[in-house]
C-alpha cells in the first residue's frame, strides 16, 4: 500500500514539474516553423510588413535592458526588426534601443509600419515606422533599409503614457494612445496628420467624458487601443479599460475628424455612436471589428442574414489567476446605436491546469491584421501560459477552437511569482503575450517572458478553416 501511495505522489510530482516548466511545446493542428529568441527582450507586439520582395518583422518591446550582440552593447529594450522572408530562418537585423525603464515605464511597445508610396504626402521611395519611446513620446522612423533604422521625426512627447495605436497608411491619419498634460486620465486618444511623415500635424485630444481637464468625478477607464476602418467604413473602435471596467467606443470617424475639437463634454460625445460598458470584470484591451458577417446559420432566414461584429478581448493581469477571468467577448453591433454581447470564449483551465502553471492565464490580445488569408474565417488569441489559440469565427454565435500552441520555456524564459517575502512562490512560465498574421499565413507569438518570438503555421484539420 505504502509502495503505491509513493508512486502516486511521484507521478504527481513528476507532472507538476512538467507543467511548471513546459519542457517540451503542446499543440494540436498548428506547428513551428521558425523561431527567434529576440536578444532575450520581453515582447510586446509583433507586426510583419511587406518590403518589395522581403518580409519583415517589427517587434515592439517593454521596458528593460539585454545585450545586443550586433553592436556589442547592452541597450535598453526598444524595436526588433527581422528579416522573416525564409520563415523557417528569421534573420536579425536592427535593435532600435527605447526609452530606459522598466516594464511599461521604459522600451518601445507598439508599432506600425505604412509605406510612402500609400501615404498622401510620403516619399514614395521610403518605407516608415511609427512607434512610442517609452512612457514619454511618439517617433517616426525611416526603415527603408531595416538593418539601418534612422529618426524622423517626433510626433509628440513630453507625455505621461502611451501604449497601442493605430496608423492609416492611405491617409496618413493617426490614432495615438497619448497622455497628455493637464488631462485626467494617463492614457487617452489625440489624433494626429502623419500623411507627411517628417511633419506631424496635430489635430487634436479626445476621450471619455472625464478625461479632459478640469473634469470632476472619477475618471473614466483609461484607453488601451483604437482600430480604424479609414474613411472607407468611418468607424474607429476604441477599446478603454483593459483589465476591468472595460468600455466599447464605436466613433464616427468624420465628425472625429472635422467636428468641434474643444475638450468639452458635449463636444467629446459628438463623435460617438455607441459606447458599451462591459460589467466591471470584464476588461477591453482590443476590439476588433468584423464587418459584414455572412452567417450560413442564417442564410435562409429573411432579415438579418448579414452581420457586423466587433470581438472584445479583456487582459489577464495577475500571475495564477489570483483575479477574474479575461476572456473574448463577441459584440453584434449590426445596430450600431443597439451593440450586444452574443458569445462569449476562453481557455477551459482544467484543460492543462493552467491556474498552477505559473504566471497569467487569460487572455490578453488578439490579431489585429485584416489580412484576406484568415479575415473573417480565423483568429488568434494570445492566452498567456495557455499560448496561441485558434478560433473559427465564422458563426460568431458558436466560435469554435480549432489549433493551439503553446511554445516549450527556455534558459531565457523569465520566472513569474506570486505572494511576497515568506510567502513568494516563482514558477517559469509561457506568457504568450500578442499575436499577429501576414498574408502569407505566417502566425507571429511573443513572449512576455522573455522567450522570443515563434512563426507557426496551421496544420491538418485547421487548415480547412483557411478556405
Not at 1 to 30: H, V
Not at 136 to 157: F, I, M, N, Y
Not at 202 to 223: D, K, W
Request: aromatic share 10%.
Amino acid at each position: 500500500m505504502r509502495y503505491r501511495y509513493w508512486t502516486f505522489a511521484l507521478l504527481l510530482a513528476c507532472a507538476s514539474a512538467f507543467a511548471q516548466t513546459a519542457a517540451k511545446p503542446e499543440s494540436r493542428d498548428m506547428e513551428l516553423v521558425g523561431y527567434d529568441d529576440l536578444q532575450g527582450r520581453s515582447a510586446y507586439q509583433p507586426l510583419v510588413h511587406r518590403q518589395g520582395d522581403r518580409w519583415i518583422a517589427y517587434i515592439g518591446h517593454h521596458g528593460g535592458h539585454s545585450r545586443n550582440p550586433l553592436s556589442d552593447a547592452e541597450e535598453p529594450n526598444g524595436t526588433s526588426i527581422l528579416d522573416v522572408t525564409d520563415p523557417k530562418s528569421p534573420r536579425y537585423l536592427a535593435h532600435v534601443p527605447g526609452e530606459p525603464g522598466k516594464d511599461e515605464a521604459g522600451g518601445a511597445q507598439m508599432v506600425r509600419v505604412c509605406d510612402g508610396s500609400q501615404l498622401p504626402k510620403g516619399d514614395r521611395s521610403k518605407v516608415y515606422l511609427l512607434r512610442n519611446y517609452g512612457d514619454t513620446a511618439h517617433e517616426v522612423w525611416d526603415v527603408t533599409d531595416p538593418a539601418k533604422p534612422a529618426r524622423l521625426s517626433t510626433v509628440v512627447d513630453n507625455l505621461k503614457g502611451t501604449h497601442k495605436s493605430w496608423w492609416e497608411c492611405d491617409t496618413g491619419i493617426a490614432f495615438l494612445v497619448s497622455g497628455v498634460e493637464g488631462w485626467r486620465a494617463r492614457r487617452h486618444p489625440q489624433v494626429y496628420d502623419l500623411s507627411d511623415p517628417a511633419k506631424p500635424v496635430f489635430i487634436r485630444n479626445f476621450g471619455l467624458p472625464g478625461h479632459e481637464p478640469g473634469a470632476s468625478g472619477p475618471v473614466p477607464s483609461t484607453l488601451h487601443g483604437p482600430i480604424s476602418t479609414g474613411a472607407k467604413h468611418n468607424r474607429v473602435y476604441f477599446a478603454y479599460g483593459a483589465n476591468g471596467k472595460g468600455v466599447l467606443q464605436i466613433v464616427d470617424r468624420e465628425k472625429l475628424l472635422n467636428g468641434p475639437k474643444e475638450p468639452t463634454p458635449a463636444n467629446l460625445v459628438h463623435p460617438q455612436i455607441a459606447r458599451l460598458d462591459l460589467p466591471p470584470q470584464f476588461g477591453a484591451h482590443t476590439g476588433f471589428p468584423l464587418l459584414g458577417m455572412e452567417i450560413a446559420e442564417f442564410a435562409k432566414d429573411k432579415d438579418a442574414r448579414r452581420r457586423d461584429f466587433v470581438v472584445v478581448t479583456g487582459e489577464t493581469f495577475r500571475n495564477e489567476c489570483q483575479e477574474a477571468r479575461q476572456m473574448v467577448i463577441f459584440v453584434d453591433v449590426t445596430d450600431e446605436t443597439r451593440p450586444v454581447g452574443v458569445s462569449s470564449w476562453a481557455v477551459p483551465e482544467r484543460s492543462g491546469d493552467f491556474c498552477g502553471r505559473g504566471g497569467r492565464f487569460g487572455t490578453h490580445s488578439s490579431n489585429e491584421s485584416f489580412a484576406a488569408v484568415y479575415y473573417k474565417r480565423i483568429m488568434f488569441f494570445a492566452h498567456f501560459n495557455a499560448g496561441v489559440r485558434a478560433l473559427d469565427i465564422r458563426d460568431p454565435f458558436r466560435p469554435r477552437e480549432i489549433a493551439y500552441y503553446i511554445p516549450a520555456v527556455t534558459a531565457r524564459t523569465e520566472k513569474r511569482c506570486v505572494g511576497k517575502g515568506a510567502e513568494e512562490r516563482c514558477k517559469t512560465a509561457i506568457q504568450t503575450n500578442n499575436v499577429e498574421v501576414d498574408e502569407r499565413g505566417y502566425i507571429y507569438a511573443v513572449d512576455r517572458a522573455n522567450t522570443g518570438m515563434h512563426i507557426l503555421r496551421l496544420t491538418g484539420a485547421a487548415r480547412e478553416a483557411m478556405k
